[in-house]
């Protein structure tokens, strides 16, 4: 019931004062969820510091595995502390499997772990930055269009052995296809070929949002560039572990991973 009148947007009043916390989104699994608050008040979400800008908007994240029930801690000015529980509807997730997925890429060579951890360290510390950049609360568009090919969260099997779930939204195109920032931000992460995901970007939308793009052929930024929403960033491509020219598009709250699909309309028709 409680969610329910989340969900219409109805404000709570916190009893230690008359400063509101309201919620705008859904609270699902892979969701982006808005809210707004006091803007002198903190806010604390799995354990994360939630940054809140002049106006009282904060954006928080739920990972593919988020439990049922997560809790948001609020302190206000007088030193108040409530905590809101909140239900997070559960998703059953796809089954994918992929074969064909050349050897190299499925069995690790003990030769390529430094290389792949020191990416690891690069990749985390991208996701971890936590800017005032306001670009988050854009409406995001499509980075590039074409034929969804595989969808966040899905259970993956790479030549009939299971591994990690797909954290991306793959867009099928022709390699040289035009990528295009999905919102505003800054480029926080450029790599002509990292062992797992070939070229790669990694773009900051603010209070702890970035999007990712991996398997591109061509990287047409640099480390921090600002970028607007709509430039070109990049072309498609099936660089690292990869078995066609696709987009893969994937989207953090800090390391929460999250579905990009919750941000953007039904992709429009293909030209
Ligand atoms: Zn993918």
């Known amino acids: 019931m409680l969610f329910k009148l989340l969900l219409t947007g109805i404000i709570l009043l916190s009893p230690f004062s008359t400063i509101a916390l309201e919620i705008k989104s859904e609270w699902v699994q892979g969701g982006v969820i808005f809210g707004k608050t006091d803007p002198q008040n903190k806010i604390k979400f799995l354990g994360h510091p939630v940054r809140i800008n002049a106006k009282g908007d904060f954006v928080v994240g739920l990972g593919r595995d988020a439990k049922p029930e997560v809790i948001m801690v609020e302190t206000t000015p007088d030193g108040g ?20 997925v050349p050897k190299r890429t499925v069995n690790i060579p003990e030769k390529a772990l430094p290389k792949i ?5 690069l990749t985390k510390a991208a996701r971890r930055i936590n800017s005032d950049n306001q670009s988050f609360l854009q409406t995001f568009q499509w980075p590039a269009h074409g034929i969804i090919s595989g969808v966040y969260g899905s259970r993956r099997y790479y030549n ?21 920032a999905p919102a505003s931000g800054t480029i926080t992460l450029v ?10 970007i990694i773009m900051d939308h603010g209070h702890g949002i970035s999007s990712t793009f991996i398997h591109l052929h061509k990287v047409l930024v640099n480390k921090g560039d600002k970028v607007k929403q709509g430039q070109l960033i990049a072309e498609i491509g099936s660089t690292g572990r990869s078995t066609g020219p696709h987009l893969d598009w994937r989207m953090n709250w800090f390391n929460q991973r999250l579905d990009p699909q919750f941000l953007v309309d039904d992709m429009p028709s293909v030209k």
Do not use: C
């Not at 502390?81 to 064909?100: A, C, H, L, P, W």
């Not at 591994?163 to 939204?169: K, M, N, S, V």
């Not at 790599?191 to 790669?200: E, R």
């Open 81 to 100: 502390i409530k905590s809101y529980s909140f239900k997070v509807r559960q998703r059953k997730y796809r089954e994918q499997r992929i074969n064909g």
């Open 117 to 121: 951890r020191q990416e690891m360290e």
């Open 191 to 200: 790599h002509d070929n990292m062992y797992f995901s070939g070229g790669t």
């Open 160 to 180: 009939g052995e299971p591994r990690r779930p797909h954290y991306g939204l793959d867009i099928a195109a022709p390699q040289g296809t035009p990528v295009k």
